[in-house]
């Protein structure tokens, strides 16, 4: 690189082992030096981020237990889930889904009658892939072992129940971020690009909000300091009806933000207006963000 060409100027050597001593400790001080566009992160660090998120306890600790219970989209809908279930078991359809009925409940409880009757009013809730936020729900909760279909119903496994009786939601939260963001396909809930690397950023994105998220923020703010971090990314993307760029754009803010950081309740991120066509938001960090994962980085 040019940083160690210019280090190497002036430089005697009186072997090939030594040389090569010196280059390989500029390149750990380069590597542990903080960078503007990884905002403030260094190489070392990013790469623990994006390849070791759960086993890098200097930069990142995910309690087991939080210290509160949570209030998160995905846990209001596992409740009416875990309640519906109860201890006889919830019988599914034909093809193994949740029952219609209770798709409908769910809806009603979880959105309130007027909201119910927006989201509804182009066609109602016939099968649990209408009311798409419980369908993924019910998905996470199986990927973290929290649910599972035993003699032909749905029930709580063993875990999820001594969970439940332990810590409430405080202990399951913590089983569902993590098949979230381990074993969910985040492409499965949009119509976007594929683009894997966006969800392997999800520990960036989460830091981004730890450090700027106290403020209510446009979404550009956050996929600037993501394309600023991660330019190459947009050659990943498939130029649809927009530039590479704009439908990255569009897949970070639909997928990180609202469907992750948003659904997961670490992140308030409304729409600037109520248009059905707008696709401004604004986003700020809740509480559950800090208290989900400690950052052990000064910032």
Not at 276 to 288: H, M, Q, S, T, W
């Amino acid at each position: 690189s040019q940083a160690l060409r210019e280090a190497l100027q002036g430089q005697e050597f009186h072997s090939q082992e030594e040389a090569q001593a010196f280059a390989n400790e500029h390149m750990r001080q380069q590597n542990q030096r903080p960078l503007d566009d990884f905002d403030g992160l260094s190489p070392d660090q990013m790469a623990g981020m994006l390849n070791r998120p759960f086993s890098s306890q200097c930069l990142v600790v995910f309690p087991e237990v939080l210290d509160s219970p949570p209030s998160a989209p995905i846990t209001r809908l596992f409740r009416l889930l875990v309640e519906a279930i109860g201890e006889q078991g919830l019988e599914p359809t034909a093809k193994g889904n949740l029952p219609r009925h209770f798709c409908r409940e769910a809806a009603l409880a979880y959105w309130g009658e007027q909201k119910y009757q927006e989201e509804t009013r182009f066609g109602g809730i016939n099968r649990e892939a209408d009311f798409f936020d419980l369908h993924v729900t019910r998905v996470v909760a199986e990927l973290a072992g929290l649910i599972r279909t035993y003699k032909g119903k749905f029930i709580l496994s063993r875990d999820c129940r001594h969970l439940l009786v332990e810590d409430g939601l405080a202990a399951v939260y913590p089983k569902l971020f993590r098949a979230y963001v381990e074993q969910f396909n985040w492409a499965y809930r949009d119509g976007h690009a594929d683009v894997p690397f966006i969800q392997q950023a999800f520990l960036f994105t989460l830091y981004l909000l730890w450090r700027h998220g106290d403020t209510l923020r446009p979404q550009t703010f956050y996929e600037d300091a993501f394309l600023r971090a991660f330019p190459r990314v947009v050659n990943d993307v498939p130029p649809m009806f927009s530039s590479a760029e704009e439908t990255l754009r569009r897949c970070y803010t639909w997928r990180t933000l609202v469907n992750f950081a948003g659904f997961l309740g670490m992140a308030e991120v409304d729409k600037v207006s109520d248009d059905i066509l707008c696709d401004e938001y604004r986003v700020k960090a809740l509480p559950l963000l800090r208290d989900a994962l400690r950052f052990q980085i000064s910032g």
